[in-house]
């Protein structure tokens, strides 16, 4: 009985803890993009209808959505899950692998 009666307060530190991770995540994203000089269009923790944000002075769009459960970084040009331009296939190139390049490169 003792869990049904503390559920809301389990309810809030989980979403509370989710939220924290959640930020610290994304802004690695953000944080790398940035360095690379890519253009950031939306910082969101959360998904769904969004509740509150703002957008700073570099045109990005932080915001709060209605479901906490993640969060996503839209960089300019991103137009879908994969980050390709529309119409376009997959592909890797030739003699490209995950490991050719150095993982500190901005470049392909």
């Given at each position: 009985?003792?869990?049904?009666?503390?559920?809301?307060?389990?309810?809030?530190?989980?979403?509370?803890?989710?939220?924290?991770?959640?930020?610290?995540?994304?802004?690695?994203?953000?944080?790398?993009?940035?360095?690379?000089?890519?253009?950031?269009e939306?910082?969101?923790?959360?998904?769904?209808?969004?509740?509150?944000?703002?957008?700073?002075?570099?045109?990005?769009?932080?915001?709060?959505?209605?479901?906490?459960?993640?969060?996503?970084?839209?960089?300019?040009?991103?137009?879908?899950?994969?980050?390709?331009?529309?119409?376009?296939?997959?592909s890797?190139?030739?003699?490209?692998?995950?490991?050719?390049?150095?993982?500190?490169?901005?470049?392909?």
């Amino acid at each position: 009985m003792a869990f049904v009666s503390n559920l809301p307060h389990y309810l809030i530190s989980f979403l509370a803890i989710i939220t924290v991770l959640v930020f610290v995540h994304e802004l690695g994203h953000f944080l790398v993009a940035r360095w690379c000089g890519i253009r950031i269009e939306v910082f969101s923790i959360g998904f769904g209808p969004e509740l509150f944000g703002w957008t700073d002075r570099r045109g990005t769009r932080w915001k709060f959505s209605a479901l906490p459960l993640g969060g996503y970084v839209k960089m300019f040009g991103d137009s879908n899950v994969m980050s390709l331009p529309d119409g376009t296939e997959w592909s890797r190139p030739p003699g490209r692998s995950p490991t050719s390049s150095s993982p500190w490169s901005c470049s392909p």
